[in-house]
């Protein structure tokens, strides 16, 4: 079972899941659950159609599957880009922790592997002098700002999963971080999107802050490789950090994104940023547990998705594209 299916995580999953079965004939069956599986339908009609997938269209909250049984589970139903206000958050806050209850509740013995799809923003703030963030980083986000509800959101929805791992559920946990590549939001909240279309479409890159905060990006097909290691082979009752090591400042990443995709040049246009303003996880954990390493490079992953968009944009139809169009990537 994948929740969350229609995300940007779910399509790549599905399709690359799918092309394992096509190559490997495991005779994969998978259950899908989206709130919109139309939307999903309209751009990929050959993932939605695939006879290997059956659709349950529900709020995860009120996801009933009693009668079904599963091997492993994905749970990664959770939008991250939503309205700022109260009733917002206090509903994406809701969801994420009856949507886990909910997904636990629907393994049972016979499940192999649950994976809860987290993210690093559980660490909350990064300290002075702190290079990267370790899973047993002490810290958390500040519980008294309402804005930080999808963080806290994950810690508990992370702690279900612990309780739910000591009473012998097999749950692993991969806090995923930063990412790029093909069908991720392009005019949303994150920076590296917004770079590559201003640059694609001929706009300046302006940079709406001095340029000095830190972040890292991976790969989408390192992601998934990734997730199902994790799900697979992860320690139980783990937390595993997903993401790049190699940190770039944002003045440095909308530098590489004009060089590589051919923009207008770069515009500084914001206020100084706070000195520990960084995001990059350490992955010692995962790379010594599973032996994982990364293989898309930051240059190759930015020159990849300004192609990808390059090519939406030419056919003027920036999110309608169809399986084969993931598969030239991976």
């Known amino acids: 079972m994948l929740t969350g299916a229609t995300g940007w995580f779910g399509v790549w999953l599905l399709d690359v899941l799918f092309m394992a079965d096509d190559a490997l004939a495991l005779g994969l069956r998978i259950t899908a659950v989206s709130r919109d599986p139309g939307r999903c339908r309209a751009r990929f009609p050959q993932l939605t159609d695939d006879p290997r ?4 269209q529900c709020d995860v909250r009120r996801l009933k599957v009693e009668s079904l049984r599963f091997d492993y589970i994905i749970h990664g139903a959770t ?16 969801t ?4 886990t209850r909910q997904v636990i509740r629907a393994a049972d013995n016979r499940c192999k592997g649950l994976l809860l ?32 509800a999808y963080a806290e959101g994950k810690r508990a929805a992370e702690q279900l999963g612990a309780i739910a791992a000591s009473r012998g559920l097999p749950i692993r946990i991969a806090r995923c971080f930063a990412f790029v590549g093909p069908h991720m939001p392009f005019d949303k909240h994150f920076a590296i999107g917004n770079f590559i279309a201003d640059a694609v479409d001929g706009r300046p890159i302006r940079v709406k802050s001095d340029g ?6 991976m790969y989408m097909t390192d992601l998934v490789r990734a997730l199902i290691e994790i799900l697979t082979r992860g320690r139980i009752g783990v937390a595993y950090n997903v993401g790049s090591e190699e940190a770039v400042t944002i003045d440095e990443l909308a530098q590489r ?3 590589i995709a051919g923009g207008r040049g770069v515009m500084i246009d914001g206020s100084p940023s706070d000195p520990a303003d960084r995001y990059i996880p350490d992955t010692t954990r995962l790379q010594r547990d599973l032996g994982y390493a990364p293989e898309v490079s930051l240059d190759s992953a930015i020159h990849n998705t300004a192609a990808w968009y390059r090519m939406q944009v030419q056919r003027r139809q920036p999110q309608s594209v169809e399986r084969e169009s993931i598969r030239r990537e991976i």
């Open 79 to 94: 939008d991250t880009v939503v309205s700022r206000s109260a009733d917002a958050q206090l509903e994406m806050y809701d």
């Open 96 to 99: 994420i922790i009856d949507g």
């Open 53 to 56: 997938v059956t659709w349950i």
């Open 257 to 259: 994104v004009d060089r």
């Open 212 to 217: 000095l905060p830190q972040r890292s990006y």
């Open 117 to 148: 799809v987290s993210s690093g923003a559980i660490y909350g703030p990064a300290k002075p002098g702190q290079g990267r963030f370790l899973e047993s980083h002490p810290a958390g986000p500040d519980p008294s700002l309402p804005g930080n």
